[in-house]
């Protein structure tokens, strides 16, 4: 089903309206780099994405919160099953209230939803990446398809085109947190970096486990770098596709992540012993230069 069945007992406005704001509160509390871009957003995008981001942040807390697997794999499939309802008119939960209104005013495909669960859903069975086709596959679930399901609620143009940015961007955020998350990704046990990549460039599971950056790490490292930035490149033509109002929310997360992947390089690739962050400053001038600059691209 491509979007949510009518629903016979359609919630009130004062529901829909706290669902939203549920939405709002969750994204504001959570979203750091994310709630800083979606403020350029006209309002009724803004909370349409709040809704998006919530869902999302859902799918992560299911399988991150403590718990043995199978009580993960328990809260990951009552989203599936709630997100199941919700698209055949069912939604009973804030979220999935918001989610219902969402996806049918600006007819989201179930299908990018469900790609989200199926790449969280990896976490809690995957570990290691073999090559880039395998990581690129869970970067395009958890990362791409929320690119798809975001430009369905900017609106765009250009079909295909527009689509494959959206994906690119994705691919390059997804990318730029691998890169910064490695110290962290690896006290969950897992690795993301692909195994091939690791083993050309001399990197052992022994070095990243050390926290020791190696000249093979950094090399390692400026590899996935250049490959992010491809994939900005790439991403960054999708922005003449969208309405010029719509167009600053993905270029100050490019900006954002893209300064991101700056000063992991400008730290020598020192992704171990502090976590790269930019200043809620920083944020807010990228965010006024992607406001001033996303809206005049052809």
Request: net charge neutral.
């Amino acid at each position: 089903m491509n979007t949510p069945a009518p629903n016979a007992a359609a919630p009130s406005p004062a529901v829909l309206a706290a669902a939203y704001a549920e939405c709002r509160q969750v994204t504001r509390r959570e979203a750091r780099n994310f709630y800083f871009a979606f403020l350029t957003l006209p309002a009724a995008q803004r909370r349409a994405i709040y809704v998006a981001y919530t869902f999302c942040r859902y799918c992560d807390d299911s399988v991150d919160a403590e718990g043995a697997p199978d009580e993960k794999l328990a809260r990951l499939n009552l989203l599936r099953q709630q997100l199941a309802e919700t698209y055949n008119g069912g939604g009973t939960t804030p979220l999935f209230i918001g989610l219902a209104d969402v996806a049918s005013t600006y007819a989201i495909p179930q299908q990018y939803f469900q790609e989200v669960l199926n790449g969280v859903e990896a976490d809690l069975v995957k570990t290691r990446y073999a090559n880039f086709d395998e990581l690129r596959q869970y970067c395009y679930q958890v990362a791409s398809a929320v690119g798809l399901i975001c430009i369905h609620i900017f609106g765009y143009g250009g079909g295909p085109e527009a689509q494959r940015g959206a994906v690119d961007l994705g691919l390059a955020m997804q990318l730029t947190n691998i890169c910064r998350d490695v110290r962290e990704d690896w006290d969950l046990g897992r690795i993301y970096l692909p195994q091939d990549e690791m083993a050309r460039f001399g990197v052992t599971e022994d070095s990243i486990a050390s926290g020791a950056v190696t000249p093979q790490f950094a090399d390692l490292m400026a590899f996935q770098v250049a490959r992010a930035r491809d994939y900005f490149a790439s991403g960054r033509l999708l922005l003449p596709y969208l309405p010029r109002r719509s167009r600053a929310c993905p270029a100050a997360l490019g900006l954002i992540y893209g300064r991101v992947l700056d000063r992991i390089e400008s730290s020598g690739y020192q992704v171990f012993e502090e976590r790269v962050s930019l200043s809620k400053r920083e944020k807010l001038r990228l965010m006024a230069r992607a406001w001033l600059t996303g809206p005049l691209l052809n």
